[in-house]
């Protein structure tokens, strides 16, 4: 291993959507936007700082941090070099949005590490350090954001244990979020979900996941639309969001293939195959929040191939 203590670099972030509305915990695909900025320089201190974050007041105690905890796990794996990290977030991706804040942050954070380790990990290894992170985060080991925010495109986690994910390749599709300035915590959204469905809901949904990947494989854009309904997850949690049905139904007016909640919430995404019918969506969506005095931003983005992105190096 080439050490070469003191050498910062900067790193991009992006964020994620998980889920995919009928793929709970299994399909999740990178964004262009919105994307966190995080400075990372290797130490030889032995342990990890974190600099106070001055927005959102994240834990700067590396063992409580999404960020903190995977780098400690390097560290204790590669002990004998005495390795160290120093950490800076700045933080675009809102905690609690259901855009992979806290993947955001994990993965940003190990794919920086491995970079200034002269890249000794494979992806698979990185996932399963930032999956660390997310049990900071959940109190469970969840990669459907962690492994497309690593891999770039659309990922499918077929296991976690063992870990098998599988790249999918991405159609060119639009991608229009709406996160309405709640915040619905994973770990509560988690906490609601039954812990017991029937067997004819669970082939419905079942059927859904083979066409969504199905439809993905042979860029079939009218079964991704047809695949995207959600008989589990999404009449539970739609609760905590506010006119969810609503933004749903005028999206798909608007020209939707289809959507759902983004993670766990609150954000909501749609799918469409047209730049402009992505930003009718926005409208919508807009307007929508805008009748209730609700503030939201909007993304219109599109699938980020590429992942989490080195950016600059001194």
Request: proline letters at 5%; glycine letters at 8%; a negative charge.
């Amino acid at each position: 291993m080439s050490l070469k203590f003191g050498h910062k670099i900067e790193i991009h972030a992006p964020g994620t959507v998980a889920n995919l509305v009928c793929g709970f915990d299994i399909l999740g695909f990178c964004l262009h936007e919105p994307c966190d900025i995080m400075e990372l320089t290797l130490t030889d201190s032995g342990t990890v700082v974190i600099e106070p974050d001055p927005v959102y007041h994240l834990p700067t105690k590396p063992e409580d941090n999404v960020a903190g905890m995977p780098l400690l796990a390097i560290i204790e794996d590669h002990k004998e070099h005495k390795i160290g990290f120093h950490l800076k977030i700045t933080k675009n991706i809102k905690p609690g949005s259901g855009i992979g804040s806290s993947a955001a942050s994990a993965a940003g954070a190990v794919v920086g590490a491995n970079h200034l380790l002269g890249h000794i990990f494979s992806k698979e290894e990185l996932v399963q350090y930032a999956m660390l992170g997310e049990k900071v985060a959940t109190g469970v080991k969840h990669a459907d954001n962690i492994a497309p925010c690593i891999y770039g495109g659309i990922t499918l986690i077929r296991s976690i244990a063992p870990l098998d994910i599988i790249p999918l390749a991405s159609p060119e599709l639009y991608v229009t979020i709406v996160h309405p300035q709640i915040e619905v915590k994973t770990s509560d959204a988690r906490a609601i979900l039954k812990k017991q469905i029937e067997l004819k809901t669970a082939i419905k949904q079942w059927g859904n996941i083979a066409g969504l990947v199905a439809g993905i494989l042979q860029k079939d854009y009218q079964l991704i639309g047809r695949s995207l309904e959600d008989y589990i997850i999404e009449p539970v949690r739609s609760i905590l969001i506010p006119k969810f049905d609503e933004v749903k139904a005028k999206a798909k007016i608007a020209g939707a293939l289809g959507g759902g909640i983004s993670g766990s919430g609150p954000s909501i995404f749609m799918l469409s195959d047209h730049l402009e019918t992505a930003k009718k969506i926005e409208l919508s969506m807009q307007e929508i929040y805008d009748e209730i005095n609700l503030s939201r931003h909007t993304y219109v983005t599109t699938i980020n191939n590429e992942g989490v992105k080195i950016i600059s190096s001194e």
